[in-house]
């Protein structure tokens, strides 16, 4: 395969590029991801987690599965995964944030949200990172999906549907990669992560013509 | 309370209506009814599943929950749900019945790629521990109602849309607005 690009973003920080359909997205990390994806040539056919939850029959996003727009149509498979029988790739959550961890802090429920008390909390976060990446391509908040939240590995009980964080994590950074199904722009965010251990890594991204 | 209005929806029509903030909608079913919210100063901030699920730590939305906006705003408080202990609803899906939702969405123009994901009332999807998903139809025997308090001034839609395999294919519900 033909490397085409190779950049690294920082812990806390977001990353847009555009990719052509056949190409491939490899995301080296051991920390959470939150990833999402347009058709590069029609923003509003955005990713969207309902449908992909529809056609995979699956709460969470596995080797083999297709990341799909609102109206169905496939965007990105993830065709590697290295944190495959580790741990899960998340489709519940959305985009920590600004907003999010101050009215955890306000509540008092820090501790249910991010697994610790009197921490500091990053002044920004993924929704943050996210928007800043795609301003460029003029695309606002309210239209950046709820992402697939890689490396994001929930406790969910089945019974109650009570979800809680975990602090599984690969311990060496893994490889996820993903197949553009059609020509993209793709974005994330290197996650601050506050429930890990690590607290949030850097995110390595390499773009491959086969 | 007092009832300020009440309607009865047909399987496969839908509703929309202002709901005041500290007024309760009541919707009374057997059958997957897809829900929607909108803060009725700005559309653009909807209700929206992912803020919702965390906000609640939550993937069944049921009573003592709240739903959130896009925008981290809370919408409504989830005050009773008449179909705890039979069954489940769903922030998993998307719509069953676009079409009709965006028929009567048609007031505020709402596109198709901006309507957001529904609520699913009364779904009862079945999530296994591997998180595979399965349909798992089986609505209250007789109809049940959910109650939701608005937290700001909105406006709610709603399409009865019975999937072929429920038990309850073709049920009415009924949409009930109240002053507490």
Known sequence: ?210 | MNVIAEETIAPNKGWMGNVDKGQVLRITGRSVIDFNAFKRDDIKEYFDTARTRIYNLNMYPTAGHRLFSKQNNPMMRLLADGFAGTGLHDLQSGHGCADAMLEVLAPLNMTFEDLPDPMGLFRNLDIAQDGRIRPRPKGPPEPVAIDLEAEIDLVCALVNCPAAETSAAGAPCTVTILNP
């Open chain 1, 1 to 210: 395969m033909k490397i085409l690009s190779d950049e690294t973003a920082p812990r806390n920080t977001g990353w847009a590029a555009e990719m052509e359909a056949g190409q491939i997205l490899r995301l080296t990390a051991r920390t959470i991801i939150d990833f999402v994806a347009f058709d590069r040539h029609d923003y509003a056919e955005a990713f969207d987690q309902a449908p992909t939850k529809e056609r995979s029959n699956c709460i969470y996003f596995r080797r083999g599965d297709t990341l799909l727009s609102r109206s169905g149509a496939p965007l990105i498979t993830m065709i590697e995964d290295g944190f495959e029988g580790l741990g899960t790739h998340d489709l519940q959550f959305g985009m920590c944030g600004r907003d999010r961890h101050r009215r955890a802090a306000e509540e008092g429920r820090l501790d249910e949200y991010l697994h610790g008390h009197d921490m500091e909390l990053p002044d920004h976060g993924c929704a943050e990172n996210l928007t800043w990446a795609l301003e460029p391509y003029g695309i606002p908040y309210e239209n950046i999906p709820s992402p697939v939240n890689l490396f994001q590995n929930m406790d969910i009980d089945q019974e109650t549907g009570c979800m809680a964080r975990t602090q599984i994590r690969p311990d060496a950074p893994v490889d996820l990669d993903l197949l553009a199904e059609r020509d993209l722009l793709v974005a994330f965010s290197a996650c601050p992560d506050k429930a890990s251990k690590t607290k949030g890594l850097e995110v390595r991204a390499r773009i491959y013509q086969p």
